[in-house]
């Protein structure tokens, strides 16, 4: 099984299942839906046989494979994936499904072609899967700037209120990090011994001359700072999460923006060591001035949509500290994070899905009272925002421990601000909570007649999965986190730092 | 140093304990997915699963008496929680002493109260979620209590926070249900991020996050990391208590439903605090400092729950208030140290019984009076609730601490143990104070019961005859009134040697205190008694309806002696400007520097807006001039000019 050429196969098969989609007439709509949703069940279904065949203990690259592509540059199609692409790998392969359930009725009520949407989705799926699955660096910057263009297309098109404003805004920011990358791409290639392999990287920068290799970190990090996005290059995330169709923005944030922190722990830790501790306190800075700078925004926003995107803001604050701690729990907890956002945040933004395409407004104000109308609805919505603020019980709280106490152990000050964020998350979600389902019942809710339908067949399968998968993760992340821990060793490896011992230890005590 | 710590293995029965913290679990998971189909029986399962606990309580409970006192616990590791480096959590349990009585307490009380909401709640529409959450938050205190380490301790921590938070706002339509369940939240995460640190201290110093770890490791730490470490723990347990300064949100908390207001914010969660300290006894034995800040926090608090609850007429506010100053004498006794750990406790077991005792009989006085809360509006019930004023009466002379009842054995020993301590100016001012809570809770408990149940009738016009509770809510009284008689005795003369293997070996009566202990014994009553018969002389004729005009120091304690105005001018409206600010700058600032920016790389404003409106030739010429950027770069490399 293991000869299974896993990896470029999860990649071309939503290709495929796009263009098969995009084929499918506009007048046959409910085929091109559920064509999509069975072809991202098949990915999943791959994904999981993968996850099953992958070795824990093993090397830390597996399932790779290499095809001949540009010799004279030597960029070749080079797929390989290390612990953390698959957990990475494993998320999108959930998240797709659910998002196209959850999209089912979105375009349903616009002008636009519906399998033109679930091709784009698919398609969409396709630069995602390359993007996380790329052992090449060349390969990985062209997925990495493919990715915008359906992501531009889904926003632009099938998004609301100044859609057209946040996707040349998304698109803009995003070329721009590109066009940093490239030239840091480029720039490896020539002092890097002309080859894009990553493997052979990891062995040839360790000659990089010290102030080029700054240099050429810099490049890199600008573009996965903005993608991620990080302090201060946030500001396209709340424009494009807001205009966004819900589902799309589940995984703009869910999936798309993790590329940037899987680029800083993959290519920015691995091939810079140096520069990578260099930057590091600024980097851990940032983190935390995004932290507590986006809680507090979230806690100010009158628009669902942005409020969410701003607590992702926020998380990746989280993670940022968790990579750049340089521990092995900050590292995995950094990770699982990444894995874990993109569940609950998912779960999140599709739940204020359901309450917009009920609404047709995604302003806090216009709710109030929600509670009693819908119900059920409102309680997954809590759960969401329990999850969001990382309670104990869902995933996200391990994650968060990880992190916190992975970077309390190196960076003391900055953990105890961060750990002020939970407070801060707490008031965000509770106040968001308490607009819009609590209170007094908002009369202009009675009016709409959606507003008294409470969640669907189809939508309870929906959130059944994510809530589902953050319950059993929060109570038993150890499959998780065995798969993450060795990839993040390996990497902190190649940072050149080890974990502190406990004081007790150090000082030559006997501790417990 | 201190002895070695080690919890033996769980064998034999004591192998199942898990099952205290699933059975309420898996009652609040079915009752929550079954939804509707679940209205007509699922209170009965809620309280059967409570009940079936306590049963299992009581079994466990005889094994660990079976067991030598050495090895008197069981340590059951369920499965690894968080393996990631050096840090290896459990999701484990230990079932020892402490956590034994706690147990006990945790169903048996909660049995009780979860019988009594049955009645109570007969008339909600929302009974079958309403138990939900209950059991929910049962489930959630057992695994506080039950945890093996700091970290499972915090997972049960923020379950009660969230069952808390769920039953301060379960009527959620009241706009002020909704904003006090998110206050409680709110300072609890504050007490919690402290907490939270701690923990990680822990880790850092100690390589651990395990009881055992951590309590043989305490005492070789640094003085002032032990101090460190302490006051984080402090800070999580004085959120969770209601204890100075994070006393506010407790009151509040009462806008839930009064068996709410019983089972968590007066019997088990809000003693959760007291938990923690005397968990952590040998990080807290450790140092000195940091046992004088415990014992100030419990006096001061202990003094500010007597004085704003003297000034209140909320009858669920003024138990509010007791249990904020009642905790602060279980923090005066945890603080103190050495044999006052025990007292403590005990204090915290007869409080559960007298106070959960007079929440459900003030629950049981509105049920009769159409939900009226006010003082005020009652007078004279002695003669139409006839059981609830009798049980009433157990608790009001259990708390006021009136021998023979459960409050004289708890609370006095505390008072003594104060004065009993070694610098002398502490011993005054911290005795002294301990003394006048006890003359103040004795005027104010008895102001509360004597205009409630005696004198003439305030009644509201709508009520021509309150009738008494029917016997699904009077029969957990009457079983909680013999605790309050009896319970007291009871575990003054066992629980202190039970709780031995806990908390270390009572070393000899060195200490003699500023007074003697006689002296002191007749103080306290005596002030009980000052106390009680004022206020018994002032209200017996009843007291206005209205508000009445008063001094300074009445008006301050009306006004929670101003710790909500300073709440609301200190972070409050600090952080609404600060938010509104940001917002604006991120907005304006970041976002327009950015924007400026691309502008001037564009060449112009103008460009801009062509962009922002979205002409797709524009960024079609952006990614060209990428594009040519790769190619010709590409290009260079190839004819070397790069190389």
């Not at chain 1, 349903?108 to 993007?131: C, K, N």
């Not at chain 2, 204090?347 to 005792?357: D, E, I, P, R, V």
């Amino acid at each position: 099984m293991s000869e299974f050429p896993f990896l470029s196969v999860l990649t071309l098969l939503p290709l495929v299942g796009a263009a098969v989609v995009g084929f499918i007439p506009r007048a046959k709509a409910e085929l091109a839906k559920m064509v999509a949703l069975v072809w991202s069940l098949i990915v999943l279904g791959l994904s999981v046989v993968m996850w099953l065949a992958f070795t824990i203990d093993g090397d830390r690259f597996q399932f790779r494979e290499s095809y001949a592509w540009i010799p004279s540059w030597d960029a070749r199609f080079t797929f390989a994936a290390d612990g953390i692409a698959l957990v990475m790998l494993m998320l999108i392969a959930v998240l797709f499904p659910v998002v196209i359930l959850a999209s089912w009725n979105d375009v349903d009520q616009s002008r636009r072609s519906a399998p033109a949407y679930f091709a784009l989705l698919l398609s969409f799926e396709f630069t995602m899967i390359g993007v996380f699955a790329a052992a090449d660096v060349f390969l990985f910057y062209v997925f990495f700037e493919v990715m915008l263009i359906p992501m531009y297309f889904i926003i632009g098109s099938f998004g609301s209120g100044q859609k057209q404003y946040a996707a040349v805004k998304f698109f803009l920011y995003s070329l721009v990090g590109g066009l940093f990358m490239l030239a840091s791409v480029i720039g490896l290639w020539v002092v890097g011994g002309h080859t894009f392999d990553f493997t052979n990287l990891v062995e040839s920068t360790a000659a990089i001359d010290q102030n080029t290799a700054r240099w050429l970190f810099l490049g890199f990090f600008v573009a996965f700072a903005i993608k991620a996005p990080f302090f201060p290059f946030h500001t396209w995330l709340p424009d494009s999460g807001g205009a966004a169709p819900a589902g799309a923005a589940a995984l703009l944030v869910g999936v798309m923006d993790k590329v940037g922190t899987f680029g800083i722990l993959r290519y920015c830790l691995s091939l810079f060591p140096e520069a990578s501790r260099w930057f590091a306190p600024a980097a851990m800075v940032l983190a935390v001035i995004g932290i507590i700078y986006a809680s507090l925004l979230a806690v100010g926003q009158n628009d669902l949509k942005r409020l969410v995107s701003y607590t992702s803001i926020a998380h990746f604050g989280f993670i940022g500290i968790g990579i750049f701690a340089f521990t092995t729990q900050a590292g995995t907890g950094a990770v699982l994070y990444m894995v874990n956002h993109g569940l609950a945040t998912g779960l999140l933004f599709i739940v204020v899905g359901m309450f917009v395409a009920r609404r047709g407004s995604a302003l806090v104000s216009d709710f109030g009272g929600a509670g009693k109308l819908v119900p059920v609805l409102a309680g997954v919505f809590f759960f969401a925002g329990l999850a969001s603020l990382a309670l104990p019980g869902t995933a996200p709280f391990v994650s968060e421990f990880l992190v916190l106490i992975g970077t309390f152990s190196t960076h003391k000050a900055y953990a105890v601000v961060a750990t002020l964020g939970i407070i801060l998350a707490a008031a965000y979600v509770l106040w968001m909570i308490q607009r819009t389902t609590q209170g007094t019942l908002n009369p202009a809710l009675t009016e709409v007649p959606a507003m008294s339908k409470d969640l669907t067949l189809r939508e309870k399968f929906v959130v059944a999965p994510l809530i589902a998968l953050l319950l059993v993760l929060g109570f038993y992340p150890k499959p998780v986190t065995d798969v993450i821990n060795p990839a993040v060793q390996a990497t902190l490896q190649d940072v050149g730092t080890t974990d502190p011992a406990p004081s007790v230890v150090a000082d030559g005590k006997v501790g417990g | 140093m201190e002895q070695t710590v080690e919890f033996a293995p769980a064998t034999g029965v004591l192998s199942s304990i898990w099952l205290l913290v699933a059975i309420p679990l898996a009652s609040a998971a079915v009752l929550l997915l079954l939804g509707r189909r679940a209205d007509k029986w699922g209170h009965w399962l809620g309280v059967l699963s409570v009940a079936a606990s306590f049963v299992l309580g009581l079994v466990f409970f005889a094994n660990l008496a079976g067991l030598d006192a050495e090895r008197r616990s069981a340590e059951l590791n369920l499965w690894d929680f968080i393996v990631v480096g050096g840090l290896h959590v459990d999701f484990g349990l230990l079932f020892d002493p402490l956590s034994g009585v706690f147990v006990l307490l945790i169903t048996g009380v909660g049995s009780l109260i979860h019988l009594y909401a049955v009645g109570y709640m007969e008339h909600d529409p929302g009974r079958r979620k309403f138990f939900a959450y209950f059991n929910l938050f049962v489930s959630a205190m057992l695994l506080l209590v039950l945890g093996n380490n700091y970290v499972m301790l915090y997972f049960g921590w923020e379950g009660v926070g969230l069952a808390s938070y769920l039953l301060i706002s379960f009527w959620y339509t009241r706009p002020s249900a909704a904003t006090a369940g998110k206050k409680a939240f709110l300072m609890n995460r504050v007490g919690d991020a402290g907490l939270a640190i701690g923990i990680f201290l822990m880790f850092t110093e100690l390589g651990s996050t395990q009881y055992d770890d951590v309590f043989n490791g305490a005492p070789t730490l640094a003085a002032g990391t032990v101090l460190i470490m302490g006051i984080l723990l402090l800070l999580g347990a004085c959120g969770k208590s209601g204890q100075f300064p994070l006393q506010a949100w407790l009151p509040d908390a009462m806008e839930g439903p009064t068996p709410v207001s019983a089972l968590i914010h007066a019997a088990t969660m809000v003693t959760a605090g007291v938990y923690l300290i005397a968990r952590s006894n040998p990080i807290f034995s450790a140092n000195t400092t940091l046992q004088l800040i415990v014992v100030s926090v419990g006096a001061l608090t202990l003094l500010i729950g007597c004085v704003i609850g003297s000034a209140k007429d909320d009858i669920k506010r003024i138990l509010a208030w007791s249990t904020v100053s009642q905790i602060g004498y279980m923090f005066l006794g945890v603080g103190l140290g050495g044999g006052a750990y025990a007292l403590a406790i005990i204090h915290l077991l007869a409080h559960g019984f007298f106070k959960a005792n007079m929440f459900l009989g003030a629950g049981s006085v509105m049920h009769g009076m159409h939900d009226q809360v006010d003082i005020r509006r009652f007078g004279g019930l002695s003669k139409h609730m006839k059981i609830t004023w009798i049980t009433f009466a157990t608790g009001w002379l259990a708390i006021i601490g009136i021998p023979p009842l459960s409050g004289y054995f708890s609370k006095e020993p505390i008072i003594a143990a104060a004065f009993e301590r070694e610098v002398a100016w502490e011993a005054w001012v911290f005795g002294l104070a301990a003394l006048i809570g006890a003359g103040l809770t004795a005027f104010y408990m008895t102001r509360l019961f004597v205009l409630t149940f005696h004198g003439p009738a305030r009644w509201t016009d709508d009520i021509k005859h309150p009738h008494e509770s029917p016997p699904l809510m009077t029969i957990p009284l009457i079983l909680l009134a013999a605790g309050s008689i009896g319970a007291g005795y009871l575990m003054s003369t066992s629980v202190a040697d039970w709780l031995t293997p806990v908390f270390g070996e009572e070393q000899a009566e060195a200490a003699h205190g500023v007074l003697s202990h006689t002296v002191i014994t007749i103080l306290s009553l005596l002030v009980t008694v000052l106390g009680a018969g004022l206020a018994w002389s002032l209200f017996r004729k009843g007291t206005a309806t209205e508000p009445q005009p008063a001094g300074v120091l009445v008006t301050a304690a009306r006004r929670n002696l101003y710790t909500d105005s300073f709440n609301e001018a200190v972070f409050e409206r600090p952080g609404i400007y600060l938010t509104r600010a940001l917002v604006y700058l991120d907005n304006k600032g970041i976002d327009g520097v950015v924007n400026g920016l691309a502008a001037g790389i564009g060449g112009g404003s103008a460009r801009l807006r062509r962009l922002q409106t979205g002409f797709v030739r524009s960024y079609a010429l952006s990614m060209l001039s990428g594009a040519l950027l790769v190619v010709g770069a590409f290009i260079a490399i190839q004819l070397g000019w790069l190389a």
